[in-house]
């Protein structure tokens, strides 16, 4: 971890920096990994103490909102945590979502129903939406793309481990120890991560940009998932799947789809603009991790079903 870009050397307009040393480097780096490393656990710590969770409440209907809702969430804000650090800078938003993590984290923790717990897990999802992205930002303004590898490498090798560990933590603390201690461990990680965020990002150079926050679309794209979601979470449980209720939920969200479709055509500065697609490396990436991510042995929503259906069975 010795070399800093020439961007990162740019002091921002009116306010003079000091280039940046090996040394800022590396402390903003452990800072941004920690950072990462929670926000990848808690997409995989969780699934292996829902059984727990649902005994525990005795909701067994509304479990998989659980992980939803997080992932849900971060999906959406990512987009805009980009926006906002161009306008408030990276360290200003990164102190941001951590603090909002941990909140939800707290809210998850000390939740004494299923729908506290679903809301403490959305606040969650919009502090951990904006970890991924920013990291990610950030590590672009310090390294150079010569050196950027590198440094992805030790990124993902957080995301290895926090894949493996966290199913197995997650069933761990849910067996032997309270479900909550799975969001409680947050608290202290995310302090420390808060700590060297705050001290070590301070050196790093803003590079002021304005945008126009395109909320429209946010709030179109959150509407068209949610009434989709709500609808295959209902459909052969609640409902039957050709009743007038899914159809319905079925039709408004590709109404609503459609309309997000047509407003990212039309906005000034789109909440996620097409044009990018045109891109082979973008729209084959982009086809690639959907169809990963909708895999049943693999994918968010098989880990869901299947520790919902073993919560569920009689044995």
Known sequence: MHSVSRESSKPAEGTPHAPLTSADVRRIFYGLMLAMFLSALNQTIVATALPTIGRDFGDFENLSWVIIAYLLASTVVSPLYG?????????????????????????????????????????????????????????????????????????????????VAGPALGGVIAEHLHWSMIFWLNVPFGLVATLLTYHAMKRLPRHERPHQLDLVGAALMIAAATVFLIALTSGGTRLPWMSPTILILMA??????????????????????????RNPVMRDGTAATSWTNAIPPCGPAARVERATCTASSPS
């Open 252 to 277: 408004a969200s590709l109404a609503l789809g459609l309309v997000f479709i047509g407003w990212l055509r039309l906005a000034r500065e789109p909440f996620l603009p097409l044009t990018v697609l």
């Open 83 to 163: 926006k906002l650090s161009d306008i408030h800078g990276r360290r200003a938003m990164m102190l941001v979502a951590i603090g909002l993590f941990l909140a939800g984290s707290v809210v998850s923790a000390a939740a004494p129903d299923m729908a506290v717990l679903i809301a403490g897990r959305t606040l969650q999802g919009i502090g951990g939406g904006g970890i991924v992205p920013l990291t990610q930002t950030t590590i672009a303004d310090m390294i150079t793309p010569r050196e950027r590898g590198r440094y992805q490498a030790y990124m993902g090798t957080s995301w290895i481990v926090a894949g």
